[in-house]
């Protein structure tokens, strides 16, 4: 059974940019936006520099039945590593599949002020997803993680968007690339658990 969505093709969301082509009929699922902005805004709630950190993770067709165990629980442990630095870790991950196989786009935000790359986060995020599936598949396996860092053609392009609390322009540009977490195609079709959304204070949930 296919999932009921709200969908919109308009070229903002609240004010803000949204990759859309309503020519195309790309539109973007208007729950995962409202999620990505309540995590934004939480974020920036408690820290007034934030980094919005991008990244993909891949599971191997061998493990598919196991890919929302396996995602959540690195994200999980992933969250207790960056927690344990200090970073105050927030994010919004989707999940999307391609050729029968899953992958989760993420969009992480950190305290700006206690870390300026995303390389070493990334890196260690890869270490734990590799050791989960080679574990269930008894085989060694290395860039299950995907930094980001380069565009569909190649190019370099930046894993990361610094978001200042009184800076409108910067908050855009961060959430314009986030949004692409909720484009439309690719997404399960069925009832499978897609979004995984970092929890945040009761208070500031209902705010």
Avoid at 75 to 97: C, I, M, N, T
Avoid at 106 to 111: I, T
Avoid at 160 to 182: E, G, M, P, W
């Amino acid at each position: 059974m296919d999932k009921r969505r709200q969908v919109t093709t308009e070229p903002t969301y609240e004010g803000h940019p949204i990759l859309t082509n309503p020519k195309k009929n790309q539109g973007c699922d208007k729950g995962i936006l409202k999620a990505i902005k309540r995590i934004a805004d939480h974020a920036l709630s408690e820290r007034s520099r934030v980094m919005m950190m991008r990244y993909d993770v891949r599971i191997p067709h061998a493990c598919k039945e196991q890919a929302n165990n396996i995602f959540s629980t690195a994200q999980a442990d992933f969250v207790k590593h960056l927690s344990r630095h200090g970073l105050s870790p927030h994010y919004v991950a989707v999940r999307e599949e391609s050729s029968n196989s899953p992958h989760y786009h993420v969009a992480s935000f950190l305290d700006h002020s206690k870390t300026k790359s995303a390389f070493h986060h990334l890196r260690k995020m890869d270490e734990i997803v590799s050791r989960k599936v080679d574990k269930l598949t008894g085989k060694r396996h290395q860039g299950l993680v995907h930094f980001c860092d380069q565009d569909r053609l190649g190019e370099p392009q930046p894993n990361t968007h610094v978001i200042s609390r009184n800076n409108q322009a910067s908050y855009d540009a961060a959430f314009l690339r986030a949004s692409y977490l909720a484009k439309v195609n690719t997404k399960p079709a069925k009832k499978i658990r897609e979004v995984f959304v970092s929890k945040v204070k009761k208070k500031e949930n209902n705010a």
